[in-house]
């Protein structure tokens, strides 16, 4: 079985091999493990990313972070900030970012893209219901960040959350900058900030 990672020149295409052997057919397993893609999202993706973010959210706040029109543009216009999950063709976990030009994140920042930026903002990382509760959250997020760290120019990365997903974001290497200006239904948010330095690297034994 092999995992493929494919989409932009910055995400070239690579395969986790396992042992090559002979299987007799008789003894062969009935059932094998779905093949994984990771690639950047196109417009085609957007009504299953909406899907898929409407459902962990409104539920939870009663808005989505991003609307299917904000996705449709945000994945238009810098699709190589997004990154998103496959499993036999199915999407089951995404994030998509967008550039920045300012220290701190703004409420312009929730529906605007700054090209030729150092810093990403990520709006959004979703798991489909019936994957949740698998570890896919954070593989996801940790091979997004490796693959920005591979992006010429990009420095760092910011997100809002909420406090209780502050310890999930430290544990992968963000920083706490402080309370966020930005507010959404009377909610209110730590900013976070991950420093893309250093090289990127090949993660063993992920479960993925």
């Known amino acids: ?21 002979v299987v007799n057919p008789l003894r062969q397993r009935r059932h094998t493990l779905p093949a994984s893609e990771f690639r950047n999202l196109t417009p085609q993706d957007a009504i299953s990313v909406f899907e898929i973010e409407r459902e962990a959210f409104v539920s939870v706040s009663g ?33 998509i970012g967008t550039g920045w030009d300012k220290e701190r994140l703004s409420q312009e920042a929730m529906t605007r893209h700054v090209p030729d930026t150092p810093t990403v903002h990520i709006h959004v990382l979703s798991v489909h219901r019936h994957c949740r509760q698998q570890g896919k959250g ?17 420095c760092r990365a910011l997100l809002i959350c909420e406090d209780f997903l502050v310890p999930f974001y430290v544990k992968a290497g963000f920083k706490e900058k402080g309370t966020s200006a930005i507010s959404i239904c009377n909610m209110q948010f730590q900013e976070m900030e991950f420093t893309l330095g250093g090289q990127a690297f090949v993660r063993r034994n992920s479960g993925c």
């Open 138 to 154: 954070s593989i996801l997020l940790w091979r997004y960040l490796q693959y920005l760290r591979c992006m010429p120019g990009l």
């Open 1 to 21: 079985m092999t995992q493929q990672v494919s989409g932009s020149p910055f995400l070239k295409p690579f395969f986790l091999k396992t042992p090559v052997r």
């Open 63 to 95: 808005e989505c972070p991003l609307t299917l029109d904000e996705v449709l543009n945000f994945v238009g216009q810098c699709p190589e900030l997004s990154l998103g999950w496959f499993e036999e063709g199915q999407l089951v976990a995404f994030i």
